[in-house]
């Protein structure tokens, strides 16, 4: 029997509250009721997703849980002001965001899930334990095949004050990713001890980031053995990644590529694919 705690941790926005709304009814269907899950949402969006909580889904308002010098000005949407560097993009903040959420919640492990993202079967993350240890995506034979993917781990091996890898060969970025809790509390730990000042201002300044990378390093060249986590280089969400949008035909042959161990979906909110489409194909009987 488990002992770990459990929760789903979804930073979402205005746009995509429709697809917020289809991952909540499939994790309402297929996650066992005891796995919370958090909305993380800014303040000025609050009342679209607040229809969409209940009793397992609450939520988390972004400027609860960032720095008072993160701050939005009305009309601009693309960025977010800061008192301490340059605008942030939408992008970095989210990325803050995410690594923000371990020192605001008690669940040992984190499961991050995007809101265009939703499971297709039952789904209990227990089951993937190996003992007390719980996967850490890292996927291999990555090398050259993602464009940024040595940049990114360059950046967080700087973070984290280790030697910088070229050529790299694992990618540590998907979608359902596993962070312990503890793990993340003391990851930005160290990127403050590295770096002497607070991890969030290191994040805004950067114009190249990607906080699963961070983790991925941090597990795996810090901890190691230490990190709780066992490898697992299997991508169990069916994704669909191209920003061009797929009609009902279309989705219906996506569907016909899941394997057995696909426990989730992907439609790209970026492919303008109509959400009503996605559920007409994965979510009627």
């Not at 919370?36 to 949402?41: A, M, P, Q």
């Not at 997703?49 to 609450?58: A, E, H, M, V």
């Not at 949407?77 to 560097?85: A, V």
Request: aromatic share 12%.
């Amino acid at each position: 029997m488990s002992t770990l705690s459990y929760a789903l941790v979804t930073p979402s926005y205005w746009k995509d509250v429709e697809r917020c709304a289809m991952l909540i009814e499939s994790v309402d269907r297929w996650v066992p009721p005891e796995i919370r899950h958090y909305l993380v949402i800014a303040r000025r969006d609050v009342p679209l997703f607040r229809p969409l909580l209940t009793s397992r889904c609450q939520l988390i308002v972004v400027e609860d849980i960032i720095p008072a010098w993160l701050f939005r000005v009305p009309g601009i949407r693309r960025f977010w002001m800061s008192l301490r560097t340059r605008p942030v993009k939408n992008w970095i903040l989210q990325q803050i965001v995410k690594l923000s959420v371990p020192g605001v919640v008690s669940e040992d492990v984190l499961l991050y899930a995007d809101s265009d993202m939703f499971f297709i079967q039952p789904y209990d993350p227990r089951n993937y334990e190996r003992g007390d240890r719980v996967p850490l995506f890292a996927e291999t034979g990555q090398r050259g095949l993602i464009t940024s993917n040595d940049l990114w781990q360059a950046v967080g091996s700087c973070l984290l004050g280790l030697p910088v890898e070229t050529d790299c060969d694992s990618n540590y970025v998907g979608q359902l990713v596993y962070w312990r809790r503890a793990n993340a509390v003391d990851m930005v730990r160290r990127v403050e001890e590295v770096n002497g000042h607070s991890w969030q201002q290191e994040v805004a300044s950067r114009s190249d980031f990607a906080e699963y990378i961070l983790y991925g390093l941090y597990a795996t060249r810090v901890l190691g053995e230490r990190s709780g986590h066992w490898h697992d280089d299997l991508v169990r969400t069916l994704c669909y990644w191209p920003a061009v949008p797929l009609d009902r035909p279309a989705l219906e042959r996506f569907r016909g590529t899941r394997q057995p161990h696909h426990h989730s979906a992907m439609v790209s909110s970026k492919s303008g694919t109509p959400v009503a489409d996605i559920r007409a194909v994965f979510f009627t009987p």
